[in-house]
């Protein structure tokens, strides 16, 4: 999967019983990239039929065309923050997004390996749509439910997202993947606890 696109198409398999989140990552006219797929032991399947699945760790692995894994977004067991890691395919640390407490809308910042800031996640309050700032409030990208290109018929359900990073301001691949980690984060950490 190349991480050197500036537009994904996220789409979420959808199941009534489904123990585990998955989602096919596209290009902007439809053509599988990759996958996103939660890797969940038989404990933390019998613990999220009963546990607010907010609390326990997850370990979520995007993929290539051929199953290599590129990166992998792990969050340990949480109360009131998510702190989420992301590690690239040989497991070095290339950065890492934590849930902002009390925001409206709901917000990641989000630091690169070194514990810079690369940019900020934020919601509004009115709807799925979120942006990526920078320290000075000019926006590196969005996350939105819009999609107006070639796929638009692929994403008319509520579980299908686009991702846009502007790469001519974040030239970085891993800092790339990063922000695609916190994107595919909202969905499981933000929006699933209501905010």
């Not at 992301?86 to 009390?102: H, M, P």
Request: proline share 2%; with cysteine.
């Amino acid at each position: 999967m190349g991480f050197d696109t500036d537009t994904f198409l996220v789409r979420e398999h959808v199941g009534m019983f489904k123990l585990h989140e998955a989602y096919d990552i596209l290009t902007p006219d439809g053509q599988t990239m990759g996958t996103a797929i939660e890797r969940v032991s038989t404990m933390r399947q019998i613990l999220k039929l009963f546990l607010d699945k907010n609390m326990l760790p997850f370990t979520v692995e995007i993929m290539d065309a051929s199953q290599k894994v590129l990166v992998t977004i792990h969050r340990p067991f949480t109360f009131l923050r998510s702190v989420v890691t992301v590690t690239d395919e040989s497991g070095a640390k290339i950065g890492y997004f934590r849930q902002r407490l009390l925001s409206l809308g709901g917000a990641f910042d989000v630091f690169d390996a070194g514990d810079q800031p690369l940019a900020t996640l934020k919601g509004d309050w009115k709807g799925w749509n979120f942006k990526f700032t920078d320290a000075n409030g000019a926006e590196l990208g969005q996350v939105s439910r819009k999609w107006g290109g070639l796929a638009k018929e692929l994403f008319t359900s509520a579980d299908n997202y686009v991702v846009h990073i502007e790469r001519d301001r974040i030239a970085d691949v891993r800092h790339v993947q990063v922000m695609l980690a916190a994107a595919l984060c909202v969905d499981m950490v933000l929006k699933e606890t209501g905010g």
